[in-house]
């Protein structure tokens, strides 16, 4: 994460027209992440300069503690298809519109729906997902009705679901997918649809750049990966915050022989 602090940072040293976003399952799954009830991530990922993430199964499994980080961090948490099943109200905010030099882009959050939603969410949690297909069309919909310039999907859906939508749900201009674990390195571009993936684990940080017109037209778009490795120092400040975070992990336990 700390190397991923330095990429960043160098490309929000080269332009200003920058989005930061995350596909999901992106604060829980590790000791330190766990016991500090994803704080460790959500705050790293304040300090990053996040726009927003959205929300995966593994990050419903603590859905009291996720409620709350969502309440505390500067970016947003996005889900368009999670709702509460009593009252069929968002659970998290569907979708937000950010202004990138001077170009409205709209970003939508999407969950999974399938047997993966069932098996992580207690079933005394009183929410539900709905089609992300539908969901994806409706909210593609609005986001162009407010007039923006591009529509970006943060998929927790897995590779297969983010070809089905962007073929089957026009104008879109990107998908920034998660939860298949997929390294996508080159561009993958279907109904004129852009969709990308970084892999697992934070060894790679995914790039989509999307060129406009003088009128706000999407003239291109490209997607490609980033491999974190050891070419990039890791960033002092995250590094001192992981380093804070895991002084507070409990020893590691010991066999005696």
Do not use: C
């Amino acid at each position: 994460m700390a190397r991923r602090a330095t990429v960043i940072k160098d490309y929000r040293a080269k332009t200003p027209y920058l989005l930061v976003l995350d596909a999901g399952d992106a604060l829980f799954g590790q000791p330190v992440s766990d016991i500090s009830q994803g704080k460790a991530l959500t705050e790293a990922m304040g300090l990053m300069g996040y726009n927003a993430m959205a929300i995966g199964e593994r990050d419903l499994a603590h859905f009291p503690e996720l409620l709350d980080r969502s309440r505390e961090a500067k970016f947003a948490f996005l889900s368009a298809n999670l709702v509460y099943a009593d009252s069929g109200k968002p659970v998290f905010t569907p979708y937000i519109v950010q202004d990138v030099g001077g170009r409205k882009v709209a970003i939508i959050g999407l969950t999974p729906a399938d047997d993966t939603f069932k098996s992580f969410v207690p079933p005394s949690t009183n929410i539900t997902a709905k089609d992300p297909v539908e969901t994806a069309r409706e909210y593609v919909a609005k986001a162009h009705a407010d007039k923006v310039d591009a529509v970006v999907i943060l998929s927790h859906l897995g590779n297969v679901m983010d070809r089905k939508i962007a073929t089957e749900v026009n104008g879109i201009t990107a998908i920034v997918g998660g939860h298949s674990y997929d390294l996508l390195q080159e561009t993958l571009q279907l109904n004129n649809t852009v969709i990308g993936q970084a892999g697992y684990g934070g060894e790679w940080l995914g790039e989509i750049t999307v060129d406009f017109d003088a009128e706000g037209n999407v003239t291109s778009a490209k997607a490609g990966v980033i491999p974190l490795t050891e070419d990039y120092a890791d960033d002092p400040e995250l590094a001192a915050l992981a380093a804070r975070y895991n002084a507070a992990l409990p020893p590691t336990p010991t066999v005696q022989p």
